[in-house]
């Protein structure tokens, strides 16, 4: 897929008239002639706090989040483990169930199981969408085995973990990690090197899903994190998508929100805008989508500062549609590194 690359003047000397409102409500053409826009009608300036669309994001229904207490995680083992993987594992989302999201679906699955790596060991970090009544986490016993209990019918429920790895060498064998259901009917095995690449993607049938997402942990500090929310198609490959924005760990740290679409031109094209909690501007997504991904590059006021990449699934309604995705500025980790090539430009 190729990546679309802004001008850095048409970012900054755009007035805020000029910004598409998205309200949320099924117009297509407003979308349509936003995207044949150079940065797809957005601006640099700060927004309210979620954009002051609180009623849009209520009406997309993103699931809720958790800040988990892990008791494993104040071990002695785990703690000489984390030291020793400082620059090793990952740092992963990995959310379950129907994607993309069906609000009438009749059919619940029984996710109750565990998720195991092959070695090293799991810190929980957030519960995704845990309800009191069918999901909690069930006692650790095992540094390298986190077992739950989840059930999900419209939505999906999930994780953020740190995935520890103290014996990673350049000749080990990939990290692998398990999901396996509680009666031991149903086994998916992920191999972590490959979500370098992206993320993976497990068909679980029936509209059913696992999906998995992560960064490598890395010694340096830097910026990153995760996106997840809604892809809304108003109409097939054209719409919205809003979210949510957290850190590594799955911290609650903005939200973004934008469209994607064809331009006339044929090129799929993505632009979104990404704000902290406070409605500060933290950046513009542009890129492209194809295939069930997303590559955008991360501009801000200074220019181009990073990347972000991940999955989208449509939806027809506002609630229905899925995406999830890393995002990381340009002193991270290579594996979010966009491609090189860019799209024609606008109208050619």
Known sequence: MRTLSLPLALLTVLPAAACLDHDGGNDTQAVSSALEQANGGLTTSDEPPEFGAEADFSAAAIENDNAASDPIDTSPTAAMMDRASAAAGFRMV???????????????????????????????????????????????????????????????????????????????????????????????????????????????G????????????QAAECDRGFMRGRWHALTAHLGRFLGVVTDENGERVGHVRGIFGQRRNGDSVIFGKFIDREGHFRGILAGTFADGQYRARWITRDGEHGTAHGAYFEGATADAG???????????????????????????
């Not at 029936?206 to 942990?217: E, P, Q, S, T, V």
């Not at 890393?326 to 024609?344: H, N, V």
Request: aromatic letters at 6%.
């Open 322 to 348: 899925h995406f999830l995705g890393r995002w990381a500025d340009s002193t991270c980790s290579a594996d979010t590194a966009p491609p090189t090539t860019t799209p024609p430009a606008p109208g050619t």
């Open 94 to 204: 990995v959310v379950w169930g129907k994607i993309p999201a069906d609000r009438d679906a009749t059919e619940a699955r029984d996710w109750s199981g565990s998720l195991k790596v092959s070695r090293g060991g799991l810190i929980v970090r957030h519960t995704i969408a845990f309800e009191e009544r069918t999901d909690k986490l069930l006692p650790r016993v095992s540094l390298d085995t986190v077992s739950f209990q989840s059930v999900t019918r419209p939505f999906v429920d999930g994780l953020a973990l740190t995935v520890l790895d103290p014996t990673a060498t350049p000749t080990a064998s990939a990290q692998t990690l398990t999901y396996t259901s509680a009666d031991g009917g149903t086994v998916y095995t992920m191999d972590l090197s490959q979500l370098a690449a992206g993320p993976i993607v497990i068909d679980a």
């Open 206 to 217: 029936n509209g059913f899903k696992m999906i998995a997402i992560a960064h490598h942990r």
